[in-house]
């Protein structure tokens, strides 16, 4: 059975940092795309960042220059590094994997979820 389990969440003020990690069992995804989602209470699932087999990246406009995603196949590990935090930032996110290799930045596209970790970023 394959599970999701996200970590590093909190609470930081604005313009602070905070590591997201995701680690995945039960199936190794090293040949897949990893990607992180977040959702604010009252809003929808958004994209934040999906990284391919071969490390190729793409972000949302909203988090470019500040969020980096990352991952380690021996660990079986994805990471989200998020610095400059804002207030908009807040929400609980969500790591996901997509079978295959190309990068999709829809809900619908990914396979796995998460159960998610919580970041609140204060003003």
């Known amino acids: 059975q394959v599970h999701l389990v996200e970590s590093g969440g909190g609470l930081v003020q604005a313009g602070g940092s905070l590591r997201l990690s995701c680690a995945a069992s039960?199936?190794?995804?090293?040949?897949?795309?990893m990607g992180w989602f977040r959702q604010a209470p009252g809003k929808e699932r958004d994209f934040v960042a999906a990284?391919?087999?071969?490390?190729?990246?793409y972000y949302a406009d909203s988090v470019k220059g500040r969020f980096t995603i990352s991952r380690d196949n021996a660990e079986n590990t994805v990471y989200l590094q998020m610095n400059s935090l804002k207030p908009e930032d807040t929400a609980l996110y969500y790591c996901?994997?997509?079978?295959?290799?190309?990068?999709?930045?829809?809900?619908?596209?990914?396979?796995?979820w998460g159960q998610g970790t919580q970041v609140t970023v204060s003003s």
């Open positions: 990284i391919s087999w071969s490390d190729s990246t």
């Open positions: 996901a994997a997509r079978l295959g290799s190309g990068i999709r930045s829809t809900y619908s596209a990914y396979d796995y």
């Open positions: 039960g199936r190794t995804f090293s040949s897949d795309v």
